[in-house]
């Protein structure tokens, strides 16, 4: 069995991990906020509140503005990106899936960086490029999730938004944990293939068939598990064909 208890030291690595993630996107904003700012050789710098731009910055404006937001709330979905199994880089990626912060064509055209004329999908099928259009229901990328489940067996998944499918396909093929760390593992991966598809035909101009995003899922998948279990015995060719059998699953 690939799944290990976690010790104190496992989930003080998560914590670090997690903390790694929310530097990440904190960096993403400022660069988010620094790309509307113009200079000017004729207008003098200076610090303005933006709250209320008539007034200066005070302790009470502050506590006001923080304590009159909408509380952040985590879906069951928050819970499921971070895998012991999966490479950090993947699981930051999904992390900013879930909260919609990939710099997405429909992201960029609203930060103002393209022009509305350029949102359109790197696969050419017309549609604006959103996280929801691109991981989903894009005819190209979307079709993917139908040939991973039917490559592990296991029910296919319909859902509108990236937190709901990741939560209900997590649990798609049973309870138990072993069987949904496998499922959490899987969809990890096929996001982190469609991300980097997408950038590999946005930027080079390349693009693979979706059967060889397929094999690109079966490959992370199968070296993420090798790498994390020295004693885990996968058989390739058995992880081609049906990996839940592979690891004892069914």
């Known amino acids: 069995m690939f799944m290990q208890g976690w010790d104190a030291e496992g989930e003080a690595w998560v914590w670090r991990r997690r903390l790694w993630a929310w530097e990440e996107e904190m960096l993403g904003e400022c660069q988010s906020l620094l790309l509307t700012v113009s200079l000017q050789d004729h207008v003098s ?15 009470r404006g502050a506590y006001q503005l923080l304590t009159t937001q909408d509380a952040v709330t985590l ?25 919609d912060r990939l710099p997405t064509k429909a992201n960029l055209v609203t930060r103002g960086i393209l022009s509305v004329e350029d949102h ?63 499922m959490q593992l899987i969809w990890l991966a ?16 390349s693009s693979n068939s979706v059967y060889h995003m397929l094999d690109k899922i079966k490959t992370f998948s199968y070296r993420w598990l090798k790498a994390t279990s020295s004693t885990l015995a996968l058989n390739c060719h058995s992880w081609w064909s049906s990996p839940m059998l592979c690891l004892g699953l069914v």
């Open 45 to 59: 710098d200076r610090w303005q509140w933006q709250s209320d731009l008539d007034d200066v910055y005070t302790v």
């Open 75 to 99: 879906d069951a979905a928050s819970g499921l990106i971070w895998h012991r199994q999966v490479p950090l880089k993947v699981s930051i990626c999904a992390w900013r899936l879930l909260r």
């Open 120 to 182: 359109q999908c790197v696969c050419g099928c017309g549609e604006v490029e959103s996280a929801q259009h691109l991981f989903l229901s894009c005819s190209t990328f979307g079709a993917l999730w139908s040939l991973v489940s039917s490559w592990i067996g296991s029910s296919s998944v319909i859902a509108q938004t990236p937190s709901d499918h990741f939560v209900q396909f997590t649990d798609s093929a049973g309870a138990s944990r072993a069987r949904r760390s496998f």
């Open 190 to 205: 096929v996001v982190w293939v469609v991300w980097t598809e997408r950038n590999y035909r946005l930027f080079r101009g």
